[in-house]
């Protein structure tokens, strides 16, 4: 490239953090020992997670399975199409998940059962206390371990608070310096210019200066804690950071918001610049998703996934929303044909739910930021929310077997 992503002090600040917490092979290490079940499993007995862990077992038993599906209706599947990937968002935690279990458990057997995804999403801030009480945990071992989801996604919003311990010990490891106000209890948080309405800069993703290094301690404090290796990126500065970093991190990998805006190929080419910049000696990227922004019409969907192809970056899939939340765009809003057309021209789709296009209770964007108390309090209701997303795609996802469409789902429904 014309101009370096990242300079000296970039790269070595990235380094010395890298390095603050043991190295790429020890977060290696550390991500693959707490993502075993057993592990989990005692650390979160530990936490008072273990009835919960428990009774998840005994409820995926009850899932609805697809192959009974597949067997009455004998599908017809065409090479020449693309394959889609259930993706929902919205699994605000251990007791929010554990309520869509019960919810898809008591699906099962009815005319129209509730599939698990196969990718899950939650948009909960990694707080002290969803990091390190066993919350966080739990939910990765719920859908991960126990309804065999293939990916699970967590955010990390640089404005949440901290001990202010944190920002000066990444301040001594670093060398950098980051603009925070004390907010008592001897805690901490970034100071967010952008802050003109309650959702103005999505509860924290501005990264100015170097706060893309507070991005990054807070997902691998996350990854070295839970086995969490999947994390939502919204900026440009920390996708470039995180591209830099997770290089020779294997088992940690980004999923690129589409409030990024990739909305263009100009867009998109820009980030394919990116992750050029970093490639893994395997030709793949730590980016292991796109999702492309509402706006994008299906022709400009697949000549993005054509040049993704010939570009030579390997393990990207691209991700279109087919509902979204009525507080994050159109009240209407709903890509489902437009889906179709994408996968019956032989390119690959994860097609994802904000929403299932239903304005419910709790199925807003003001629902993702809720304090841990609170998010606790309406677990049932965000729980069925969740349920009526991932309700929603298993319906999509029947049609778009019927039309002869390969579909991935949790590995719990098959």
């Known amino acids: 490239m014309k101009f370096e ?3 000296g002090s970039d790269l070595q600040a990235i380094d010395a953090l890298k390095e603050h917490y043991g190295g790429a092979q ?9 993502r075993d079940l057993e592990t989990r499993k005692q650390i979160l007995a530990e936490k008072g997670y273990g009835g919960m862990i428990e009774d998840a077992e005994r409820l995926v038993q009850q899932f609805s399975r697809i192959g009974d599906f ?3 209706l004998s599908p017809t599947y ?3 199409f693309g394959t889609a990937t259930a993706q929902v968002s919205g699994f605000q935690g251990a007791r929010v998940t554990h309520r869509a279990m019960q919810r898809m458990a008591e699906s099962a057997g009815t005319d129209e059962p509730c599939w698990t995804p196969s990718e899950f999403i939650s948009v909960v801030a990694l707080t002290e206390h969803y990091v390190y009480s066993g919350d966080l945990m739990a939910t990765l071992t719920m859908a991960e ?11 990390n919003l640089i404005g949440t608070p901290l001990p202010a311990s944190r ?8 060398g950098k310096t980051f603009e925070t106000t004390d907010i008592g209890d ?7 210019k952008n802050m003109g309405t309650a959702f103005g800069n999505l509860g924290g993703v501005e990264v100015a200066n170097d706060n893309h290094l507070v ?12 086995g969490g290796d999947f994390f939502l990126n919204p900026s440009w500065s920390s996708i470039i950071a995180a591209c830099y970093f997770g290089r020779d991190i294997p088992n940690l990998h980004f999923k690129i918001s589409m409030l990024l805006s990739t909305q263009n190929l100009m867009q998109f080419r820009m980030l394919m610049n990116i992750m050029s910049e970093y490639l893994r000696d395997d030709q793949t990227t730590p980016i292991y998703e796109v999702n492309i922004g509402n706006g994008v019409s299906p022709e400009t969907f697949i000549l993005c996934a054509e040049e993704l192809d010939r570009s030579g970056i390997k393990g990207v899939s691209l991700a279109a929303h087919l509902r979204i939340n009525p507080d994050l765009g159109m009240p209407d809003f709903d890509w489902t044909d437009n889906a179709f057309k994408v996968l019956e021209s032989g390119t690959d789709l994860t097609f994802k739910y904000e929403s299932d296009g239903t304005a419910r209770e709790l199925d807003t964007m003001a629902a993702y930021f809720l304090p841990d108390d609170e998010r606790d309090a309406a677990a049932e209701k965000i729980g069925d929310v969740i349920y009526y997303k991932a309700f929603r795609a298993s319906k999509d996802g029947r049609e778009m077997m019927r039309r002869g469409i390969r579909t991935r789902f949790g590995g719990a429904s098959y």
């Not at 020890?26 to 707490?34: F, L």
């Open 5 to 7: 992503l990242l300079s």
């Open 26 to 34: 020890t977060i290696v290490d550390s991500i693959r020992q707490k």
């Open 70 to 72: 597949e067997r009455a």
């Open 78 to 80: 065409r090479d020449d």
């Open 145 to 155: 371990n126990i309804m065999q989801a293939s990916k699970f996604c967590s955010t």
């Open 167 to 174: 920002f000066q010990t990444l301040e001594g490891v670093t």
């Open 186 to 192: 001897g805690m901490a948080q970034i100071i967010l």
């Open 215 to 226: 991005y990054l301690d807070g997902i691998t404090r996350a990854a070295l804690e839970t």
